[in-house]
């Protein structure tokens, strides 16, 4: 296997936790917790843990080291991503074992994520980290160059061999629980390997030289050549549909949080005459009714791509829309609602002046080492050139890139994308959708709503964290959909069609378009008999 964010890739494959998703249902299934009840209360939850799971070394995995793990995820000098998805209103979960088989989790507050979120959290091992923690070298502990047998794992593998800038090869974790149907142990492959390298081209070059298995990202323009050889290269190239990443970009409503030289709290952080463009929705609805997706398909994704307006695309089964409030491609109505500002071409250069003769012009910024992105933003460059609004590309790196975005917001738009999360629920991006979260991008850690539409948005992403029913949850996702369409605060552009090649010699293959998209079940993967 080769991907670009490998890493990741490997520590879920080493690392588990209390449940785990299953991507072919789109459900929540026990991991290392066999079962688990929610009280009368609505409050406490209790996980009753697997008897005969061990780590790769043998030692049992108790309740003792569930609670080892919740202690890491709070600790605020480590503060690992997972501590934002284990807090709520600022409220820590109470954590508790009755016994070693038992954990009891007492909330705040109701929160319908909780199997998930508990199994977010991976199981690591007291007995190993314990000393590396109190002595404050735990973010050390494991590392690269940490030998593989001192690596020791809760999930159904362990590191073999790891070769810096080469590759790192996984073997099955012996004590692991899993087994199938007729009680064989599970993983049942040999080896896992990832080959490190440097970029999508990289891995695209050895799969054509059959020196890896599968791809779990393939680049549009390269479909046409892996649908081609299939027969020759013995592979399947799996269509799955609408991916789970989003495209899209987004104006810069940043307002001034801490008060510095020359800025006061609540002034805006960009131009202020920019910031009026920007700060009004008829502005933002005319940029989008500009851009021509249908168009932008063929162009830019070879024709392997469909329009979209959520971060829940087609692909998320639950929570998908398709009759979502939208601002497509019309550009009369783009030119009307632009010439309704009073806005005209005073010295027929081309661009649109506003009434006291600024040109109307901003910078695109995305990053410049992904060329779809960059294609994207040039062909959108043209596009509202058409209207009479001047943009100018500004590609930079993916480190400025996010500088720009979450520090010092030097920027006017930026063009982006997100991955869903794993489950592909809306109450996992709450960092994105509450007015206080850290990408919301448009206008990021409000201290309190800054219009009535993110205040309404705040209260119905409540709903969907808290409420049971799922009926109710879809209704009040759709309504966030809804309010964010309806302001444009961000304008969504088209999603790739996802296809990944595996060869044909792995039985059990079940391709998913959530991620990840080859190894969700790479336990369950087997080589087929000639």
């Known amino acids: 296997m080769a991907n670009e964010t490998s890493s990741t890739d490997i520590t879920g494959n080493l690392f588990t936790g209390l449940a785990d998703f299953d991507n072919d249902t789109q459900k ?12 009368p209360d609505g409050l406490t939850w209790t996980f009753h843990l697997r008897k005969g799971a061990a780590f790769s070394d043998g030692h049992p995995i108790t309740s003792a080291d569930v609670l080892f793990s919740f202690q890491l995820a709070y600790d605020d000098t480590l503060h690992p991503s997972v501590q934002d998805l284990l807090v709520m209103n600022g409220k820590r979960w109470e954590i508790s074992a009755p016994d070693d088989y038992t954990v009891v ?47 020791v794992t809760s999930g159904p593998w362990r590191i073999k061999q790891h070769v810096a800038g080469e590759k790192t090869v996984l073997e099955p974790n012996p004590y692991w629980f899993g087994l199938d149907q007729q009680k ?26 059959g020196q890896i298995d599968g791809l779990d990202n393939v680049k549009p323009e390269n479909y046409q050549w892996y649908a081609e050889n299939q027969q020759q290269g013995n592979y399947t ?7 789970l990443t989003t495209n899209f970009f987004w104006f810069n409503l940043n307002t001034v949080k801490k008060a510095a030289t020359g800025k006061k709290v609540g002034e805006p952080v960009v131009d202020p005459v920019k910031y009026a463009w920007f700060n009004n929705p008829v502005f933002r609805r005319a940029v989008s009714m500009a851009v021509d997706r249908e168009a932008m398909i063929p162009s830019i994704f070879f024709g392997d791509a469909v329009k979209n307006w959520s971060t829940s695309t087609p692909g998320a089964k639950l929570w998908y829309s398709p009759d979502l ?64 609004i001047k943009v100018t ?52 850690s409000q201290s309190k709503p800054e219009t009535p539409q993110e205040a309404r948005i705040d209260q119905l992403m409540d709903v969907i964290v808290s409420s049971p029913e799922l009926a109710v949850r879809q209704n009040a996702w759709k309504e966030v959909q809804n309010i964010v369409n309806e ?32 190894l969700w079940n790479i336990d369950q993967l087997y080589v087929q008999k000639k």
């Open 28 to 39: 929540d299934r026990p991991a290392l917790a066999k079962s688990w009840e929610l009280g």
């Open 325 to 388: 409030v939208k601002y497509d491609f019309n550009l009369e109505e783009a030119r009307r609602l632009l010439a309704g500002l009073g806005w005209k071409d005073t010295n027929g250069d081309g661009f649109l002046e506003d009434g006291k003769g600024q040109t109307i012009s901003f910078t695109m910024k995305t990053n410049s080492d992904n060329k779809t992105r960059v294609g994207m933003a040039n062909f959108i460059r043209d596009d509202l050139a058409k209207v009479g």
């Open 393 to 444: 590309l500004v590609p930079v790196d993916f480190n400025t890139l996010i500088t720009n975005l979450r520090e010092d917001f030097q920027y006017d738009s930026i063009l982006l994308g997100l991955q869903s999360g794993v489950p592909p629920d809306p109450a996992m991006g709450q960092n994105v959708w509450r007015s206080s979260g850290r990408a919301h991008n448009w206008n990021i």
């Open 184 to 209: 064989n142990r599970l993983p049942y492959l040999d080896e896992l390997v990832f080959l490190e390298v440097p970029d999508q081209d990289a891995a695209d070059l050895k799969f054509r030289a």
């Open 237 to 243: 190239l799996y269509d799955l549909g609408p991916a």
């Open 105 to 151: 989790m007492k909330l705040p507050s109701p929160n319908a994520m909780v199997v998930p979120l508990a199994g977010s959290l991976k199981i690591m091992p007291k007995h190993v980290l314990e000393s590396a923690y109190k002595a404050g070298t735990y973010a050390s502990a494991y590392g690269v160059s940490t030998p593989p047998d001192q690596i």
């Open 487 to 518: 302001q444009a605060w961000i304008i969504w552009l088209p999603t790739i069609n996802a296809k990944v090649p595996l060869r044909n010699r792995f039985g059990n293959a079940k391709p998913s378009v959530i991620p990840h998209r080859l």
